[in-house]
């Protein structure tokens, strides 16, 4: 087994599958701040526009389970060749959208076509590094994730006067297109394919009864799974926040959103380091308390620059948690089935983030702030809960 050095392929590698998650959340955080402007271009209504965050997440979510599998079988390197050049197709094809209809069609096929770069990354990564130096690693994915999630929900709603959200999604998938260029030239990075998992449907599912079945993973995917809820619940509503609340411009709204992922951009590698040397079940009750703490404030009467920086607190809470999971979910199983292990993760988390987006939206029909403080509650819970749980079960 190879060892972060931090140079030479290794390095490349990481690069090339830090992008490549940078512009998966990037494309998919796009619409988040867009769906009044989307509302107002296909003449519909912000529950049917909004449907386009389950849209994506849900689809992806499913799919999931079946590229880590897939990678499993034949090999990590030609999937996500495949992914990523369907994402660049996938991506561009949403500027020719016409009706909500269409646009919603095009989300859940991209959901579909993106689902398995992120899993498929991390299943690599525990391929290629120990479990002590994987917290590294998985840092600088999940730092380029929460890039994504920065410059994605910032450009998305900042850019829209400018050159229009079209305009947007032609100019990201031709970036996914040259990604995928660069990534076959430098092909012979990948570790060659060392197992072969010949998983069929029915093997698929029965593995992932499996995990479910004991007592570990299945707490472990809980969590995943309602932290996933919880975190794409609010953000999914964040341009409307902003919109109901200050009456901000687009631009603005973009402003006011981009301390959103700064924190895992700027301090992934070091919160990755610290989850290695003092250990995961330290960190993630930490950051289930930032995400429900910065959630009840949005509630309360804040001046704007407060407000963003709540913003902030909660995308702090996300960086203590979801990258740490990742990581402890890489140890479930051998190498053999870490692609099955860490896909249905990533169900349980998109999943999460599709249902949170539609929970959050019922919950709304009491008010923005009576949903603020319902998901503040579902936070709070959690961070009490992981405080028992996983003092027992993990290390």
């Known amino acids: 087994m190879e060892t972060f050095t931090g140079s030479g392929p290794n390095k490349t590698l990481l690069i090339i599958l830090g992008l490549a998650a940078f512009l998966v959340l990037f494309q998919a955080y796009l619409i988040a701040p867009l769906i009044p402007v989307l509302?107002?271009?296909?003449?519909?209504?912000?529950g049917i526009t909004g449907l386009a965050v389950p849209a994506y997440t849900i689809p992806y979510g499913l799919s999931t389970l079946f590229?880590?599998?897939?990678?499993?079988?034949?090999?990590?390197?030609?999937?996500?060749?495949?992914?990523?050049?369907?994402?660049?197709?996938?991506?561009?094809?949403?500027?020719?959208?016409?009706?909500?209809?269409i646009f919603l069609l095009i989300r859940v096929l991209t959901g579909i076509t993106t689902g398995g770069i992120v899993p498929i990354s991390i299943a690599l990564l525990g391929d290629i590094y120990p479990y002590a130096q994987r917290g590294k690693a998985l840092g600088v994915l999940y730092g380029?994730?929460?890039?994504?999630m920065t410059f994605g929900s910032t450009l998305g709603a900042y850019l829209n006067?400018?050159?229009?959200?079209r305009a947007e999604f032609i100019v990201t998938g031709g970036i996914c297109f040259m990604l995928f260029l660069w990534t076959a030239v430098k092909h012979n990075i990948f570790p060659e394919k060392q197992v072969i998992m010949k998983a069929s449907l029915k093997d698929v599912f029965g593995n992932a009864k499996m995990l479910m079945q004991q007592v570990q993973s299945r707490t472990l995917y809980l969590f995943i799974f309602l932290n996933g809820i919880f975190h794409s619940g609010v953000f999914a509503w964040l341009g409307y926040f902003f919109k109901l609340k200050y009456d901000l411009s687009d631009q603005g709204i973009g402003l006011a959103l981009l301390g959103y992922g700064v924190p895992g951009m700027i301090l992934g590698i070091s919160i990755g380091k610290a989850a290695d040397k003092y250990?995961?079940?330290?960190?993630?009750?930490?950051?289930?308390?930032?995400?429900a703490v910065s959630v009840f404030l949005l509630a309360v009467k804040l001046s704007l620059f407060m407000a963003a920086l709540a913003i902030t607190v909660l995308s702090m809470g996300y960086d203590m948690t979801q990258p740490l999971f990742a990581g402890m979910v890489?140890?479930?199983?051998?190498?053999?089935?870490?692609?099955?292990?860490?896909?249905?993760s990533s169900c349980m988390l998109f999943v999460g983030y599709g249902v949170g987006a539609l929970i959050f939206h019922w919950f709304m029909?009491?008010?923005?702030?009576?949903?603020?403080i319902a998901f503040s509650i579902i936070e709070t819970l959690l961070f009490f809960s992981s405080r028992i749980l996983f003092k027992y079960q993990w290390k």
């Open 67 to 101: 590229y880590g599998p897939l990678s499993d079988r034949f090999g990590r390197k030609p999937i996500l060749l495949i992914l990523f050049a369907l994402m660049a197709l996938s991506t561009v094809i949403i500027a020719v959208s016409q009706s909500v209809q």
């Open 161 to 165: 006067p400018v050159i229009g959200w």
């Open 39 to 46: 509302t107002h271009d296909f003449k519909s209504t912000d």
């Open 144 to 148: 380029a994730m929460a890039g994504g």
């Open 365 to 372: 029909t009491w008010g923005m702030n009576a949903a603020l």
């Open 279 to 291: 250990g995961r079940k330290k960190l993630i009750p930490i950051g289930l308390a930032f995400g």
């Open 330 to 344: 890489t140890t479930l199983v051998d190498q053999s089935k870490r692609g099955q292990a860490v896909g249905l």
